[in-house]
């Protein structure tokens, strides 16, 4: 530990500090978080709660996620002991402890666990298993009261896991494809539950029809959905079923140097021989699952694997998702270890014993080597600048990484070499698809937080002749970095004014031209320039912006605030009476609700 907030920590999770001095806001912040479609206010109220109760800093959060990583490594002890069992594994306690232990201790869960935004992960890791294991429990409990109970909890952690993470709702197909390939699949120990067996292939069933279903829709869809991405549906689709086969290449023969949380180096040109191979290869995985699902054979191996596929077919498919994220493979690697274990199981009768101690003797090798390769790897993660340089070496054409990096050698004094590296960036983002597309905007912005960080005249870094941009100039979030500068007053000098113009040329040349800059990026410069104090801006660039997203609460704040700052009555009426309207229609989130309440409770002449 060390390395404090990194990366989307910083957008999701420090901004909750404020919860310590308005711990009234609570219950607003956790219900307002746009991470996902459904908010995420489960895993939101554990980072709320740390602000509220403990005044958690990163180094406290992160303990809390090893600490939650270490009782699902319980659970899964659990849930693995009770399906050996119903499988018929020889010494299913012995072969529990070794997939419990492979699970936790592989180096592939370091990110998943040190990265404190990824507790949502974990979060809904718990509830998925917490759901199949009181399952069991209510499957092998022999009173009914006692079942109803165990199916009340297991049903109950089923409704909450999608609230950590939308994940979770795959917790029911899982339920599904243990009744099936394991309690009431033909010829299984239950085999007169045929009853179940039909509900739990009708399900599994459905899965896969609402999995089609969702792939027509994107389908559809594709050039709305993929238009914040430089690749599209078919690179999505063909580099995520690359991305399964290294997940499991990296779960079990791990390679440190590429593990991390930068991987927007992966597609750079056409698709290789090894992509089609590895979507063949999941292909035919999947086609094999339906054809189980449909025959309902008890089998320990299609479990596993029903376990892998259905807990891949939310991220790693068709939705408009980066290509590649190590946390994606933290509870679906559990179905790879159950394969791994059906296949030892079925290869110990046929050799000799002294042999099968010499694999049990081998198998506890494997684990104790992962988990010291698991504590080296987890070295880089004891600061930011050792992180970031593992991140710079395992992917030395990342743009996000050369980004950073270009910042941290600012802020160490060398502004030329910083200069170098983003313009490294900006072109890197343009080869790589994968990647976000840094446009010239971003360039410019990053030289100016590189001239701050490196204590350098601000309009050093703003170019002689403006370029004319091209639509869609900013596609970063660099702004809110200037914008905390500003507030933090890092920079040296009073060189904001001619950046402040400068953009704001340049940002009109090209929406006078006809082009688009994103919301967010007028958002992000709406803030820049409230900072600043030059609310006439901020009242521009925010009605820009709201113009694309007219329900946004942000851009209702900005607007009324610089009305306000100006007392401009009948503008803050109009404002009030659209903030009513939206409140109205149940539009606006419950955070902007209270903010904009307590905007206008400290001006109550207004």
């Known amino acids: 530990m060390g390395t404090g907030y990194v990366f989307d920590d910083i957008t999701s999770v420090a901004p909750l500090h404020s919860l310590r001095e308005h711990p009234e806001l609570f219950f607003q912040f956790v219900f307002s978080d746009i991470s996902g479609p459904l908010g995420r206010p489960l895993s939101?109220?554990?980072?709320?709660?740390?602000?509220?109760?403990?005044?958690?800093?990163?180094?406290?959060?992160?303990?809390?996620?090893?600490?939650?990583?270490?009782?699902?490594?319980?659970?899964?002890?659990?849930?693995?002991?009770?399906?050996?069992?119903?499988?018929?594994?020889?010494?299913?306690?012995?072969?529990?402890?070794?997939?419990?232990?492979?699970?936790?201790?592989?180096?592939?869960?370091?990110?998943?666990?040190?990265?404190?935004?990824?507790?949502?992960?974990?979060?809904?890791?718990?509830?998925?298993?917490?759901?199949?294991?009181?399952?069991?429990?209510?499957?092998?409990?022999?009173?009914?009261?006692?079942?109803?109970?165990?199916?009340?909890?297991?049903?109950?952690?089923?409704?909450?896991?999608?609230?950590?993470?939308?994940?979770?709702?795959?917790?029911?197909?899982?339920?599904?494809?243990?009744?099936?390939?394991?309690?009431?699949?033909?010829?299984?120990?239950?085999?007169?539950?045929?009853?179940?067996?039909?509900?739990?292939?009708?399900?599994?069933?459905?899965?896969?029809?609402?999995?089609?279903?969702?792939?027509?829709?994107?389908?559809?869809?594709?050039?709305?959905?993929?238009?914040?991405?430089?690749?599209?549906?078919?690179?999505?689709?063909?580099?995520?079923?690359?991305?399964?086969?290294?997940?499991?290449?990296?779960?079990?023969?791990?390679?440190?140097?590429?593990?991390?949380?930068?991987?927007?180096?992966?597609?750079?040109?056409?698709?290789?021989?090894?992509?089609?191979?590895?979507a063949a290869v999941i292909a035919c995985l999947s086609l094999t699952l339906i054809v189980g699902i449909v025959r309902g054979a008890v089998s320990l191996f299609m479990l596993g694997l029903a376990f892998f596929l259905i807990g891949h077919s939310l991220e790693s498919t068709f939705l408009p998702l980066e290509l590649y994220f190590e946390h994606r493979n933290y509870l679906p690697g559990l179905g790879l270890i159950m394969c791994l274990v059906a296949g030892i199981q079925g290869l110990l009768p046929r050799i000799p014993r002294r042999a099968?101690?010499?694999?049990?003797?081998?198998?506890?090798?494997?684990?104790?080597?992962?988990?010291?390769s698991t504590y080296v790897y987890a070295g880089n993660w004891s600061s930011y600048p050792v992180l970031l340089a593992h991140e710079l070496r395992g992917h030395p054409e990342s743009a996000r990484a050369n980004t950073e990096y270009a910042l941290a050698l600012a802020e160490g004094g060398d502004y030329r070499l910083a200069l170098e590296y983003i313009d490294k960036a900006v072109a890197l983002s343009r080869r790589y698809r994968s990647a976000r597309t840094l446009g010239d905007g971003d360039r410019v912005a990053l030289k100016v937080a590189a001239a701050c960080l490196a204590g350098r005249p601000l309009p050093e870094a703003l170019p002689d002749d403006r370029v004319a941009w091209d639509d869609d100039p900013i596609q970063s979030a660099i702004f809110a970095v200037l914008s905390n500068m500003v507030s933090d007053s890092v920079c040296p000098g009073n060189g904001w004014p001619r950046v402040s113009a400068w953009f704001r040329d340049a940002v009109f040349s090209v929406i006078n031209a006809g082009g688009q800059v994103r919301w967010y990026a007028l958002r992000d410069l709406a803030l820049l320039e409230r900072q600043l104090g030059d609310y006439t801006l901020t009242y521009v660039y925010a009605n820009i912006g709201a113009e694309q997203r007219p329900e946004d609460g942000a851009f209702l704040r900005l607007k009324l605030e610089a009305a306000l700052a100006a007392n401009d009555v009948e503008l803050v009426r109009q404002i009030l009476a659209t903030l009513e309207r939206l409140e109205g229609q149940g539009k606006l989130r419950p955070v902007d609700i209270e903010l904009l309440r307590g905007m206008m409770s400290s001006h109550d002449g207004t």
């Open 44 to 278: 939101i109220a554990t980072f709320a709660a740390e602000q509220v109760f403990l005044q958690a800093g990163p180094d406290l959060s992160q303990i809390l996620s090893v600490a939650l990583h270490g009782a699902n490594m319980i659970l899964v002890f659990l849930l693995t002991q009770w399906v050996f069992q119903r499988a018929n594994v020889s010494a299913p306690t012995l072969f529990a402890l070794f997939a419990a232990g492979l699970w936790a201790l592989t180096p592939q869960k370091v990110s998943s666990v040190l990265y404190i935004v990824q507790r949502m992960t974990l979060l809904s890791g718990s509830c998925v298993l917490l759901a199949l294991v009181t399952y069991l429990c209510g499957r092998s409990a022999a009173a009914a009261s006692t079942a109803a109970i165990w199916f009340a909890a297991s049903a109950l952690f089923v409704g909450i896991a999608p609230l950590a993470k939308e994940n979770g709702v795959l917790a029911l197909p899982l339920i599904a494809a243990v009744e099936l390939f394991l309690l009431s699949g033909k010829g299984g120990q239950r085999d007169d539950d045929g009853r179940l067996r039909t509900i739990a292939r009708a399900i599994l069933l459905l899965g896969v029809l609402a999995f089609l279903g969702l792939g027509l829709r994107t389908l559809l869809h594709a050039g709305a959905l993929y238009a914040i991405r430089s690749f599209d549906l078919g690179d999505r689709v063909l580099y995520s079923t690359l991305a399964l086969v290294d997940y499991a290449k990296q779960l079990f023969l791990p390679d440190t140097t590429r593990m991390g949380l930068l991987h927007d180096d992966v597609l750079a040109a056409d698709p290789g021989a090894l992509a089609w191979l590895s």
């Open 356 to 372: 099968s101690l010499l694999v049990c003797g081998c198998g506890v090798f494997y684990v104790l080597a992962l988990t010291f």
